[in-house]
C-alpha cells in the first residue's frame, strides 16, 4: 500500500541521510523500522508520510506518488503520532481529538454529531475517555500520546480503505509501564480495525515483541528487511550494532526477546 | 463537549457583540463637553448650525468608529500572528509592519509630501505603503532560504527589519524640525480624531478582505499551533496557510495604524483576555477578539478625551499604561 | 513637564517601535526651549564680544537690529532674516547643534537655547560666553533685547530697539482697543489636507500675547500652556470666529484654498460659516523678534480690517 521506491534524501548541503532505501507497508502489516541513531529511520518516516519530499526516488501511497495526491486524501489514509506533542494554546483534549477530522471537512464546514461520535470512540479505544475535557497540556506524557494516537484514528476514520498509521519513536518519553500499555494498546487497534502500523524505533525489544516485519537500517541504507523471525539474527545485530546478543523466545509471553551480552571489538565488526 | 461550536460560535457573537453595539452607541453620549441629545438629533435645525450634532457626528461618531475599526483590526490581527508564530506573546507590531508604517509617515511629514492634487492626505497613504514594503521585505526574506515558510527565519526577518526601520526612523528625525517632531510624536501616540468618514470609507474594502481571509483561517490556525508538520499530516496545505496568515494580518495591521497610528498593546491584551473566557479555538477566539478589542479600544479613547479634560490624552498613553503592568503579568505567571 | 513628556515617549515607543532615546531626548528639548532659567547678568571684566554666534532666529534679528551684525559670524539652520544672514556659516539649530564647527569658529559669544544643558556646558568647558535664551511672552522679547544689548556692550542700541518696539506694541494695540475681540483659534500646525493633529495656541507664550494684543481673544485662552492638542470636539465647543493659521513659509494659492477648504467639515463654528480663516505664510508671526510688531499689525488688520482702512 505505502512504499518506498529507491528512495534516497539529503537535507540542502548535506551528505544524504538515506540511500537508495526500498521498504513497503503492506496492508494489515505491523512493521518495525530499527536502527541505531543517525540511521536516518526518522528521516524514512518522514518521507514515508510525506513531510519531506524524497531527493531522488519515489514514495508511492496505493499506487499513486505522493507528491501527486492531495494532500486531504493522504490525511484521510495515513496518520502520523510524532515523538512530543506541544501546543502553542491551551486546547482541551477533545478539541486535540476532532482536530483530527480536519482532513474530512470542508474548508467552513464544522463538526457535526458524527465527527464527535467518532472522536468520543477514538477516545474509548485509546483508554483516554475520561480526559475528555481536561486540558491537554495537564496530562502525563503517556496520556498525552494515547491521546494523539486517539487523534491519529479519528483521522482515519471514515478512509476509502484501510489507514496506515505512522509512529516516531513512540518509546522514547515513556516509562516501563507505559510502555507496555501502549504495546497492548497498538495490537488491541490493529485487531479491532484492519490497518497498517509502521514504526520507527531504537528499542529492540519493543520492536521484536511487536512488529512483525522489520526493517533495519545502517548508515541510511537498507541492511536487511522481512519477517521478524528471519531478520532479526545475531548476525544482523552485531552487524547493526556492533554487539553481540542473544535472540531467544520468551517462555512467558511466547515473544522474541534480545539480550545484549557483550560489544563487539571494532575489527570483528561486519 | 456539551455545545458544539456552532453554538458557541452564536453565543460568541451575541454576547461580544453587543458589548460592542453598546461601546459604539454609548461612546458619543459621552464626552468632554456637555451636548443636548435632544438638538443633536432635532432635524429641524440645519446641520450647518447645530453645534450639538456637529459635536456628535463630525467629532465623536467617527472618532467611535475609528476606535472601533482599529480595535477590531488590531485584536483580531494579533490572533493570527500569535497563531502563525505559536507564540502568545507576539503581537501585529512583532513582524516590522508598524516600523514601516511609522517610517512611511514620518517620511511624510519630515519632507512634506502632499499628494493635493489627489486631495488624498500624504500621512496615511504613506504608512500605509510603508507597511506594505516591510511586509514584502519580511516575507522576501523569510522565502530566501527554503521554498516554504519557515516561522524562525520569519520572526528573525522581522524583528531585524524593527530594528533597521527604527534606525532609519532616527535618521530622518534628524532632518525634522521642531514642529515636525511634535506630528510624528503625536501621530506614534495613536490619534483616533479623524473628524471625517473618509479614512473608514478607504479602510473598509481592506477590513472586509482581511476579515474574510481570517474566518477562513480559523482553523488552519488551531492545526498550526501542533507544530507545522504534524499541522501538515492532518492534511493542511501548512504553506499556504502561513502567507495567508502572514500577509492579511499584516494588511489588516498596516490598514490600522494608517487610521489611527501605532497604537500598542491592542494587540495582545486582548486576545489574551478573550482566550480566558473563551477557551483557544480560533473559530470563536477571532470574531470574539474583534468585538471585544472594538469595544475596549473605544473604551481607552473615552478615558483618553475625559479623564483630564480639557486636555486630551493620546490613546496610545492609555492602553500602554493599561498594557505595560498587563504585559509584565503574562510574563511572570507560571503556565 | 519634560519628564512627562519624555515618560510618555518612552511608554508608548517602547511596544510599536524601539524606539526610545532619540525621541525623548528630543521631546525633553524641545518642550525644555521654553524653560525657566533668566537671562544672565553681564559678566564683570568687559569687552564687546567680536565673534558672535547665534542659534536663535529671533537673537539673530535683535543682534542686527541693534547694531552688531557685523559681529555675527555663524547663526543657526534655520535663520533667514535678514538677508545678510545668507551668506553666514550655519551651525545647526537646538536639536543639531554642531559643537565642532561652533568651536572651530573661535566665537567669543554664542546665543544658545536654555535647554540646551549639553551644549552649554561644553562651551563653558571651552571658556566660551554664553547667552542663555528662553522665550515667556511678548515682554520678555523687548527686554531680551535690553540684555543681549547690555551683553554685547550696545546697551543703548538695545534700550532703543525695546524702547520703539514696546511703543509699535501699544500703538497697535490702541489702534483696535475699542473693538469686540472676535473669539480666535490660533492654529501652530495640523496635517495637510485634514483637520487631524490640530495644534493650538494655549494661554501662554508669544503668540498668544501677539494675537491678544492684536485684538484677539484666544479660544484656548484659559489652558496654562504654550500648547494644546486641540481635538474636533473641542474645537466646536468652544465656537471660535476667527481662525487664524500660522505658518512660518507663503502658500501658493491653490494649496492656499484648499487648506481653508478643510476646515468645511466644522460647518457650525462661526469662522467657517463666515468664512473667516485665515493661513497667514509669514514668519515675522513665528519669531519673536524685532519684527514682532510689524506681526501684530499684520494680525490685528486681519482681525479688525475696519480699523485700519
Not at chain 2, 19 to 37: E, F, K, N, Y
Not at chain 2, 161 to 182: G, P
Not at chain 2, 286 to 307: E, H, K, M, N, Y
Amino acid at each position: 500500500m505505502l512504499q518506498a521506491a529507491d528512495v534516497t534524501f539529503a537535507y540542502r548541503g548535506h551528505a544524504p541521510v538515506l540511500r537508495g532505501v526500498t521498504m513497503e507497508v503492506p496492508a494489515n502489516s505491523f512493521v518495525g523500522i530499527l536502527g541505531p541513531n543517525g540511521s536516518g529511520k526518522t528521516t524514512l518516516l518522514r518521507l514515508l508520510a510525506g513531510i519531506l519530499p524524497p531527493s531522488t526516488g519515489r514514495v508511492v501511497l496505493d499506487a499513486v506518488d505522493l507528491r501527486l495526491t492531495p494532500r486531504s486524501r493522504v490525511a484521510r489514509r495515513m496518520a502520523v503520532v510524532p515523538q512530543e506533542t506541544h501546543l502553542a494554546f491551551d486546547y482541551s483534549v477533545s478539541e486535540v481529538v476532532l482536530m483530527g477530522r480536519y482532513a474530512h471537512l470542508g474548508a467552513f464546514e464544522i463538526e457535526g454529531p458524527v465527527d464527535f461520535a467518532i472522536a468520543r470512540d477514538a477516545l474509548a479505544a485509546t483508554g483516554t475517555l475520561q480526559f475528555e475535557d481536561r486540558e491537554f497540556g495537564t496530562l502525563s506524557g503517556g496520556e498525552k500520546q494515547r491521546v494523539i494516537i486517539a487523534a491519529a484514528l479519528a483521522q482515519l476514520t471514515g478512509a476509502a480503505g484501510e489507514g496506515i498509521l505512522l509512529l516516531d519513536e513512540p518509546t522514547a518519553a515513556l516509562d516501563l509501564a507505559y510502555q507496555l500499555e501502549l504495546a497492548d494498546l497498538l495490537r488491541d487497534l490493529q485487531r479491532r480495525t484492519p490497518m497498517a502500523i509502521a514504526i520507527s524505533t531504537h528499542d529492540l525489544n519493543f520492536a521484536a515483541g511487536l512488529c512483525r516485519t522489520l526493517v533495519l537500517l545502517k548508515n541510511g541504507e537498507v541492511l536487511a528487511a522481512g519477517e521478524t523471525e528471519a531478520v532479526l539474527t545475531p548476525d544482523r545485530i552485531r552487524a547493526l550494532y556492533g554487539v553481540e546478543a542473544e535472540v531467544t523466545r520468551h517462555h512467558l509471553t511466547g515473544r522474541l526477546v534480545v539480550v545484549p551480552l557483550r560489544r563487539v571489538p571494532a575489527e570483528s565488526r561486519a | 463537549m456539551k455545545r458544539t461550536v456552532g453554538h458557541r460560535f452564536a453565543l460568541t457573537v451575541a454576547s461580544f457583540g453587543a458589548l460592542a453595539a453598546a461601546a459604539i452607541v454609548l461612546a458619543p453620549l459621552v464626552g468632554s463637553t456637555h451636548i443636548s441629545l435632544r438638538r443633536a438629533f432635532d432635524p429641524a435645525i440645519p446641520f450647518a448650525d447645530n453645534v450639538d450634532a456637529q459635536i456628535f457626528f463630525v467629532a465623536r461618531l467617527p472618532r467611535t468608529l475609528a476606535g472601533a475599526l482599529v480595535g477590531a483590526m488590531l485584536a483580531s490581527a494579533g490572533v493570527v500572528f500569535q497563531g502563525l508564530l505559536r507564540n502568545p506573546l507576539a503581537t501585529p507590531f512583532t513582524l516590522g509592519v508598524s516600523a514601516g508604517a511609522a517610517l512611511g509617515a514620518m517620511l511624510a511629514i519630515t519632507f512634506n509630501w502632499s499628494l493635493a492634487w489627489a486631495g488624498i492626505p500624504a500621512a496615511p497613504a504613506a504608512s500605509f505603503a510603508g507597511s506594505l514594503v516591510a511586509v514584502a521585505i519580511v516575507y522576501a526574506l523569510s522565502r530566501a532560504r527554503h521554498s516554504g515558510m519557515s516561522t524562525n527565519v520569519l520572526l528573525l526577518a522581522g524583528v531585524t527589519m524593527n530594528a533597521f526601520f527604527s534606525a532609519l526612523i532616527l535618521f530622518v528625525q534628524y532632518f525634522a524640525d521642531f514642529a515636525q517632531t511634535y506630528r510624528i510624536l503625536r501621530w506614534l501616540m495613536g490619534d483616533l480624531d479623524i473628524s471625517s468618514y473618509e479614512p473608514l470609507v478607504t479602510a473598509l474594502p481592506l477590513v472586509l478582505v482581511s476579515f474574510a481571509v481570517f474566518a477562513w483561517l480559523a482553523r488552519p490556525l488551531n492545526l498550526l499551533s501542533l507544530g507545522p508538520e504534524s499541522a501538515g499530516t492532518h492534511g493542511l496545505d501548512v504553506t499556504r496557510a502561513q502567507r495567508a496568515a502572514f500577509v492579511s494580518a499584516s494588511i489588516a495591521t498596516g490598514a490600522a495604524v494608517s487610521v489611527g497610528g501605532p497604537v500598542g498593546f491592542i494587540g495582545i491584551i486582548v486576545p489574551h483576555l478573550v482566550r480566558l473566557l473563551v477557551g483557544s479555538d480560533h473559530r470563536i477566539v477571532l470574531p470574539a477578539s474583534a468585538l471585544f478589542g472594538a469595544a475596549f479600544l473605544i473604551a481607552c479613547d473615552v478615558v483618553a478625551r475625559t479623564a483630564m479634560a480639557p486636555v486630551e490624552l493620546p490613546v496610545g498613553v492609555v492602553t500602554a499604561i493599561l498594557g505595560g503592568p498587563f504585559f509584565l503579568w503574562l510574563l511572570v505567571r507560571k503556565r | 513637564m519634560r519628564v512627562l513628556a519624555a515618560l510618555i515617549a518612552l511608554l508608548v515607543t517602547s511596544e510599536p517601535l524601539p524606539v526610545v532615546s532619540g525621541f525623548s531626548r528630543t521631546v525633553a528639548e524641545t518642550v525644555g526651549a521654553s524653560g525657566f532659567s533668566r537671562t544672565e547678568p553681564a559678566p564683570r571684566p568687559f569687552q564687546s564680544p567680536q565673534r558672535i554666534i547665534s542659534l536663535i532666529p529671533a537673537v539673530t534679528e535683535m543682534l542686527f537690529a541693534i547694531g552688531a551684525g557685523p559681529q555675527v559670524v555663524a547663526v543657526s539652520s534655520f535663520d533667514r532674516y535678514p538677508p545678510e544672514v545668507e551668506q553666514l556659516q550655519r551651525v545647526g539649530a537646538l536639536i543639531d547643534p554642531d559643537v565642532e564647527r561652533i568651536l572651530s569658529l573661535r566665537p567669543d559669544l554664542v546665543a544658545i537655547f536654555g535647554s540646551q544643558t549639553n551644549l552649554r556646558a561644553q562651551l563653558e568647558r571651552a571658556h566660551i560666553q554664553v547667552f542663555a535664551y528662553t522665550d515667556e511672552g511678548l515682554a520678555d522679547i523687548a527686554n531680551t533685547m535690553r540684555a543681549i544689548g547690555i551683553r554685547v556692550g550696545r546697551a543703548q542700541s538695545g534700550e532703543s530697539a525695546a524702547r520703539d518696539l514696546e511703543a509699535r506694541i501699544a500703538a497697535a494695540r490702541k489702534r483696535v482697543s475699542g473693538a469686540v475681540k472676535p473669539k480666535t483659534l490660533i492654529v501652530f500646525g495640523r496635517e495637510p489636507l485634514t483637520l487631524r493633529g490640530i495644534y493650538a495656541s494655549g494661554g501662554l507664550g508669544f503668540v498668544h500675547d501677539m494675537v491678544e494684543a492684536a485684538g484677539g481673544a484666544n479660544v484656548f485662552g484659559d489652558i496654562q500652556r504654550k500648547a494644546v492638542q486641540a481635538t474636533t470636539e473641542q474645537i466646536l465647543a468652544r465656537l471660535p470666529e476667527v481662525i487664524l493659521e500660522l505658518r512660518s513659509n507663503p502658500l501658493a494659492p491653490e494649496t492656499r484654498r484648499r487648506e481653508i477648504a478643510a476646515w468645511r467639515p466644522l460647518a457650525a463654528l462661526p469662522a467657517v460659516r463666515n468664512t473667516r480663516v485665515y493661513i497667514l505664510g509669514d514668519p515675522r508671526t513665528v519669531i519673536p523678534g524685532p519684527r514682532i510688531a510689524e506681526a501684530i499689525e499684520l494680525i490685528a488688520e486681519t482681525l479688525h480690517p475696519e480699523a485700519f482702512r
